[in-house]
């Protein structure tokens, strides 16, 4: 059952009305309920406010995955260099040129070793995993490690 219902329109909304109408070739009734619906329904408006939740909750735990990887990575390149400058003495002036020559040697190793295992693909996190969890998956707790 429909009931009926008289709105008065602004003369340029009706004219805007009877044109979309007659270029769609649909009844102005038609038109007016179609929009009513569209605009009364809270159902799409819903829809992208939660897809936009659950995209921004996806968002929010990539970062503090990130935060947790580059945290873990600062301090282990602090712990490194806190060890290396606490171990390493200072070179005599003579022996800084075949030290820096050496030095660059090494570097050139470690460049390449970097290289072959950014194209293996597997990251130093990954490895450390696998090193904390035991095969069978299940962590030890008994003796102090994680």
Do not use: C
Not at 27 to 32: D, G, S, T
């Amino acid at each position: 059952m429909r009931t009926k219902h008289t709105f008065r329109l602004p003369p340029d909304l009706a004219g805007q009305l009877a044109d979309y109408a007659d270029r769609k070739r649909v009844p102005q009734a038609l038109v007016v309920e179609t929009a009513l619906s569209s605009y009364l329904s809270p159902d799409n408006s819903e829809r992208m406010e939660a897809a936009l939740g659950r995209r921004l909750d996806r968002l929010t735990r990539q970062v503090e995955r990130l935060e947790r990887h580059v945290t873990i990575s600062n301090e282990a390149l602090a712990l490194f260099v806190r060890f290396w400058l606490t171990v390493t003495p200072p070179l005599p002036d003579a022996a800084q040129p075949a030290a820096q020559a050496k030095g660059r040697e090494r570097y050139e190793g470690f460049v390449e070793a970097l290289g072959r295992r950014l194209a293996k693909g597997q990251t130093l996190a990954q490895e450390i995993s696998q090193d904390v969890i035991p095969k069978d998956g299940t962590a030890d707790h008994t003796n102090g490690s994680s």
